[in-house]
């Protein structure tokens, strides 16, 4: 690998793309925050402009936290409308022991996927400090799409910005013509 800086803060890849992984994998640990873990990857992704290492390895982690983070949403509306009546502090079920099998394993997998995206995170960090290349199995089929969507999306803020420019610059012509009409009108 050539470059082997990023192009934020000049910070090594491989220290940014173990905080992509880390980061958000502690993100989908926490309960509430899980829903984010995604966000962090992307954002990197999107600032990132000189290193293809780490912009692979957002891609990755944004898609592999993102999908999670759709399991989750799913995982959470099963529960709600399986168990309206649970709540943290009281378990009051009408069919006690098909309820209590239902929520065990609702939990367990849950749980099992968590710990099968922490195994696979603590993989990609161990392999990417190292800067050999990581491809996450089944995630990796998704990153030129990922990629192909997100630059094109970054295109078109690009013009957007590109063009608010030309109208600021256009602007301040208009002004400046203004004003020398305006002093040479009061002369």
């Given at each position: 690998?050539?470059?082997?800086?990023?192009?934020?803060?000049?910070?090594?890849?491989?220290?940014?793309?173990?905080?992509?992984?880390?980061?958000?994998?502690?993100?989908?640990?926490?309960n509430?925050?899980?829903?984010?873990?995604?966000?962090?990857?992307?954002?990197?992704?999107?600032?990132?402009?000189?290193?293809?290492?780490?912009?692979?390895?957002?891609?990755?982690?944004?898609?592999?936290?993102?999908?999670?983070?759709?399991?989750?949403?799913?995982?959470?509306?099963?529960?709600?409308?399986?168990?309206?009546?649970?709540?943290?502090?009281?378990?009051?079920?009408?069919?006690?022991?098909?309820?209590?099998?239902?929520?065990?394993?609702l939990?367990?997998?849950?749980?099992?996927?968590?710990?099968?995206?922490?195994?696979?995170?603590?993989?990609?960090?161990?392999?990417?400090?190292?800067?050999?290349?990581?491809?996450?199995?089944?995630?990796?089929?998704?990153?030129?799409?990922?990629?192909?969507?997100?630059?094109?999306?970054?295109q078109?803020?690009?013009?957007?910005?590109?063009?608010?420019?030309?109208?600021?610059?256009?602007?301040?012509?208009?002004?400046?013509?203004?004003?020398?009409?305006?002093?040479?009108?009061?002369?």
């Amino acid at each position: 690998m050539k470059n082997r800086k990023s192009s934020i803060s000049s910070i090594d890849a491989n220290i940014i793309v173990l905080a992509c992984y880390l980061f958000s994998l502690l993100l989908s640990w926490l309960n509430e925050a899980r829903y984010i873990a995604w966000l962090f990857p992307m954002i990197i992704y999107i600032i990132e402009r000189k290193s293809e290492f780490v912009k692979k390895h957002s891609a990755q982690a944004t898609i592999l936290f993102g999908l999670y983070t759709i399991f989750s949403i799913i995982y959470t509306f099963i529960f709600i409308i399986l168990f309206p009546e649970v709540n943290i502090f009281d378990i009051n079920l009408s069919n006690f022991a098909g309820s209590l099998l239902l929520l065990t394993t609702l939990i367990a997998l849950s749980f099992a996927i968590l710990i099968v995206i922490t195994i696979i995170s603590i993989i990609a960090v161990s392999k990417t400090w190292h800067y050999e290349e990581y491809n996450i199995p089944l995630v990796n089929k998704l990153v030129p799409r990922f990629k192909k969507i997100m630059d094109k999306i970054m295109q078109n803020n690009n013009k957007k910005d590109k063009d608010i420019i030309i109208d600021t610059e256009i602007e301040e012509k208009e002004i400046k013509k203004r004003k020398e009409v305006d002093k040479n009108e009061k002369r």
